[in-house]
């Protein structure tokens, strides 16, 4: 807990969940339930939801970490719990690579456990965990990733400040989020498609729509580019950049543990 922050100002604090306000403290078993009710179909919305364009944006993520082939190198994917991000990395890394996958949410880690391919049997492990508290020692790792998670995180300075704690010198954060799209006309049509399509489409798939209107609130409620970025800084990070991709409905922020 950050140095000011007692837990009676977080019993009395609030936050958005979506568009409404919540108790600060309640924020995380909320998100919970959500991950909870999408877990089993949350690749198949994500192919549906961005016409298979996530599958792009990771990509762009793996490449622009570039693990190295010749070393040992130790990796945590954060909130990334069905291991789309985390097989991606080791298939790219060399045989020394070794990615935990950290999740909160304990039904999002079984379908990563469940698609782990037996290749990279004794390469990766996935481990229920909470970003904003890490359950590792100082300077752990050589690189820290958290594709569309952070925006789900109650306390985001808390985990980018855990995130700076246990990178090593010379580590490298990537962080890939749903940002504002900036280009004129596709920002209607991308807030009509999300706000509509998007919660119908869910609703068919998996059932109930209201988890994916909660997922486009939280987008929308996710701070700005400049905004974040200067939070990145305020944990310490270095050399701080971001690249938006699509038209701006995707932002990649990069930083580096100087």
Known sequence: MQAGRTQGDDAAAETHFGYTTVPLGEKQS?????????ANRYDLMNDLMSAGLHRA???ALVSTLRPPQLKPYRHLDVAGGTGDVAFRVLDAAGPQAHVTVLDINADMLAVGRERAPARLEGRIDFVEG??????YPDKSFDAYTIAFGIRNVPRIDLALAEAYRVLKRGGRFLCLEFSHVDVPVLDRIYDAYSFTAVPALGKVVTGDGEPYRYLVESIRKFPRPAVFSAMIREAGFGRVTDRPMSGGIVRLHSAWKL
């Open 57 to 59: 944006w990771k990509e």
């Open 130 to 135: 909470n970003a904003e508290s890490l359950p």
């Open 30 to 38: 909320m998100v919970d339930e959500v991950f909870h009710k999408v």
